[in-house]
């Protein structure tokens, strides 16, 4: 495994790759890294002849400076588990390295509407954020195959909604979100939990289910309702959202049977630790 902290020497150990036509797999990473990161990494193994993952926390998404700094930071473990996996190389920039001082790296595109709801309204500019970075981070890999994980759903129709507008040669693949035992999507946020409160937060993922047997007998917005109403039931839990949205356009599904996909989207606060999760209901 190889470990660059510079664009430069990155590019160049790239180009016997590309100069041979060999497929470059990346998957984008904040670090603090769990089993859905390395679900992702073996995915690009089995897809591609050389795997690239970047560790780099990206200022430019985070709302609020005291998130950036809980944000937890675990490098050798994650180089470890990296290595163990089988990952062929590791990226990981300082800030500078990636927004160096008189380059303008912002994405000015329209996100079709995909950035205004759930997190968007919750987390204003975050989107922008996010496009910023994985544009910057993809100019400097130039990789044939993106992996995401669903659950950013919304993070994924986003990015591959910018590789389309800007015609960007690689292919943004979702892959199906990692669980704890208890059903818990794998975040690296969970590492700031109790053992209590990971217990607890398995209440979203239920909530999920009964919703998947709900929209067949109510309307989207009552199920909305129950689950909200659900989630509220568990002493610690504040449900801050909770949609059934079209799984392409992420607006308002108007009943069961009109879009041809449903998403169920919904955010949570425990003890101060925010969680997403999704299921597709449909489609």
Known sequence: MYLFKKIS?????LESYRNKNRPIG??????????????LVRQSLEATQCTVCSIFVNPTQFNEASDLEKYPRTPAKD?????????DVVFMPAPEEVYPPGLD????????????PMEGRFRPGHFQG????????????????????????QQFLIVRHMARVLSLPTEVVMAPTVREKNGLAMSSRNQRL?????????????????AAKWIRKYPPREVEQKAIQALRQYPGIEPEYFQLADGATLQPAPDYENPDSI???AAIWIGGVRLIDNMILKG
Do not use: W
């Not at 790296?105 to 205004?116: E, K, M, Q, R, Y």
């Open 9 to 13: 020497t990155l590019i160049r150990f």
């Open 26 to 39: 990346f998957v984008p990473t904040m670090g603090a890294l769990h089993e859905g990161h390395l679900s």
């Open 79 to 87: 180089l470890t588990m990296l290595y163990k996996a089988g990952c």
């Open 105 to 116: 790296t912002s994405v000015n595109i329209g996100f079709a509407g995909l950035d205004h």
């Open 130 to 153: 996010v496009a910023q970075v994985v544009k910057r981070l993809l100019d400097i890999v130039e990789p044939d195959k993106l992996l995401m994980g669903q659950k950013d759903y």
């Open 194 to 210: 109790s053992p209590e409160q990971r217990e607890l937060a398995a209440a979203l993922r239920q909530t999920l289910q009964k």
């Open 263 to 265: 998403v169920a989207c």
